[in-house]
Nanobody, 117 residues
Framework: QVQLVESGGGLVQPGGSLRLSCAASGFSFSSYAMNWYRQAPGKERELVARIGSGGSTNYADSVKGRFTISRDNTKNTVYLQMDSLKPEDTAVYYC???????????WGQGTQVTVST
C-alpha cells in the first residue's frame, strides 16, 4: 500500500519558481531516502535530487544551485523547491523511493512542469 502523490506542477515563465510536494503513505517514511526524477518527451528519466533519511542531499549538475530538496518527516512529505527555472526544466516530475526485501522502486503518478513564455 505504498503511495506517493505529487502536486504543485504547472506552467511558469523562465526565471520563475515552483514548489513540488510529494505526500507519502504506507511505509516508514523517515527511514528511507526519497528521490525526485524527471522525464521530458523523448528523453530518458533522470535523477534530479535525492535526500537521505538523515537529511543529506544530492543534486544533478543541471539543477545544482537552483533546486532544493527537503523533507518534513512529521508530514511524511518531500518537497522540491525549483528556482530560476529554464525551458529545459520542462518535464514530468516523479517522486520515488526504494524499499522492501527486493529493494523495489515505487513511483508517484507524476506532475507536469512546463517552463515557457
Amino acid at each position: 500500500q505504498v503511495q506517493l502523490v505529487e502536486s504543485g506542477g504547472g506552467l511558469v515563465q523562465p526565471g520563475g519558481s515552483l514548489r513540488l510536494s510529494c505526500a507519502a503513505s504506507g511505509f516508514s517514511f523517515s527511514s528511507y531516502a526519497m528521490n525526485w526524477y524527471r522525464q521530458a518527451p523523448g528523453k530518458e528519466r533522470e535523477l534530479v535530487a535525492r535526500i537521505g533519511s538523515g537529511g543529506s542531499t544530492n543534486y544533478a549538475d543541471s539543477v545544482k544551485g537552483r533546486f532544493t530538496i527537503s523533507r518534513d518527516n512529521t508530514k511524511n512529505t518531500v518537497y522540491l523547491q525549483m528556482d530560476s527555472l529554464k525551458p529545459e526544466d520542462t518535464a514530468v516530475y516523479y517522486c520515488n523511493t526504494k524499499r522492501g526485501f527486493l529493494n523495489r522502486d515505487y513511483w508517484g503518478q507524476g506532475t507536469q512542469v512546463t517552463v515557457s513564455t
